[in-house]
């Protein structure tokens, strides 16, 4: 009964409600089923709230569980792609330090551990026959 005259308060419904904390036994039984109604409206839009942020979390933490493992499980020789989109293979690795060889001519590059987006099949790096010209 107090939820129920509470809302209407604060939804600013008419105050009949607030009649309820007055009346008599007879009239509390319609009150109370009133207040279950109104305690379902609430219950539902916090139920859909919570539903959201499952249906996002959990493949969010499945997602950096995947990287967190890939990225654990790197080893030399391994073909990869940096997040900026360079082809390379894994020259040496020292803690959370990756250098790579790239391209044609093995240029080495120094690279955190995190830049590395993915390991690849195939290596990009290899196919290149031709000289980029300008």
């Keep these: 009964m107090v939820l129920y005259a509470l809302q209407s308060v604060l939804y600013g419904a008419d105050t009949s409600g607030l009649s309820c904390l007055t009346s008599n036994a007879a009239s509390s039984g319609s009150d ?6 109104s305690m379902m409206t609430l219950l539902l839009p916090l139920l859909m709230v919570v539903a959201l942020l499952i249906v996002m979390i959990i493949p969010q933490r499945r997602r950096d569980k995947k990287v ?7 080893k030399q020789g391994d073909r990869v792609r940096t997040i900026g989109g360079i ?5 040496s690795i020292k803690d959370d330090v990756i250098v790579l060889s790239v391209g044609p001519d093995k240029v080495k590059l120094v690279f955190a551990r995190g830049a590395i987006s993915q390991v690849e099949d195939a290596g ?3 196919t290149m026959n031709e000289e980029v010209k300008d």
Aim: glycine content about 14%.
């Design 124 to 126: 990009v790096e290899n």
């Design 32 to 37: 109370a089923a009133a207040a279950g109604g």
């Design 87 to 91: 082809y390379g293979t894994i020259s």
């Design 68 to 74: 967190k493992d890939m990225l654990s499980s790197l």
